[in-house]
T-cell receptor
């Protein structure tokens, strides 16, 4: 297992366009998380899945954002009608939760630039 | 509301020094605390995970301690090297069924030869 994989690594898009990011977690991990990080700040929680169920969404996740995790494997994060304020690093993480936590493993992130 | 603060925000030291990075959190009811390293433009690499029942964890030249009662964690880096230059982030996970990490803003470390 090579860890958490995110694609693409970089995305430049024009304001108003839709973008979709993909995350492939560690295969045996049952939880998957999305975070957003802006320059000079720590990551901020967006949403998380337990298997295929989306169990929590941050108020940062406006109605332009949607995340899915079909079949409890990979996940996608879509941003519709992108705005310049959406420019950030989008990080995916996974963990194994079985009474105790394995801790989070993060991917390399997708850097989004909206021009 | 859990808030995590990291001090100092930036640190520049000569190679070979022993370092202490500080992390404080406002809510002592944490499930665990995790330290990460982030290189510029990259994702996060997990360094150490301390469960709430533990006092410290060690990995190589790194040692992290946790004091829940005072709301503090420290990351000790022994014999620093230029390759240690990065941003170090701490993140607290609350107990009671919460499933998200609350991050500090990080400490930017530069180790010069």
């Amino acid at each position: 297992d090579t860890g958490v994989s995110q694609n693409p690594r970089h995305k430049i898009t024009k304001r108003g366009q839709n973008v979709t990011f993909r995350c492939d977690p560690i295969s045996e991990h049952n939880r998957l998380y999305w975070y957003r990080q802006t320059l000079g700040q720590g990551p901020e929680f967006l949403t998380y899945f337990q298997n295929e169920a989306q169990l929590e969404k941050s108020r940062l996740l406006s109605d332009r954002f949607s995340a899915e995790r079909p079949k409890g494997s990979f996940s996608t994060l879509e941003i519709q009608r992108t705005e310049q304020g959406d420019s950030a690093m989008y990080l995916c993480a996974s963990s194994l939760e079985t009474g105790s936590s394995s801790g989070y493993t993060f991917g390399s992130g997708t850097r989004l630039t909206v021009v | 509301k859990q808030e995590v603060t990291q001090i100092p925000a930036a640190l520049s030291v000569p190679e070979g020094e022993n370092l202490v990075l500080n992390c404080s959190f406002t809510d002592s009811a944490i499930y665990n605390l995790q330290w990460f390293r982030q290189d510029p433009g990259k994702g996060l690499t997990s360094l150490l995970l301390i469960q709430s029942s533990q006092r410290e964890q060690t990995s190589g030249r790194l040692n992290a301690s946790l004091d829940k009662s005072s709301g503090r964690s420290t990351l000790y880096i022994a014999a620093s090297q230029p390759g240690d230059s990065a941003t170090y982030l701490c993140a607290a996970r609350l107990s009671g069924g919460y499933n998200k990490l609350i991050f500090g803003a990080g400490t930017r470390l530069a180790v010069h030869p």
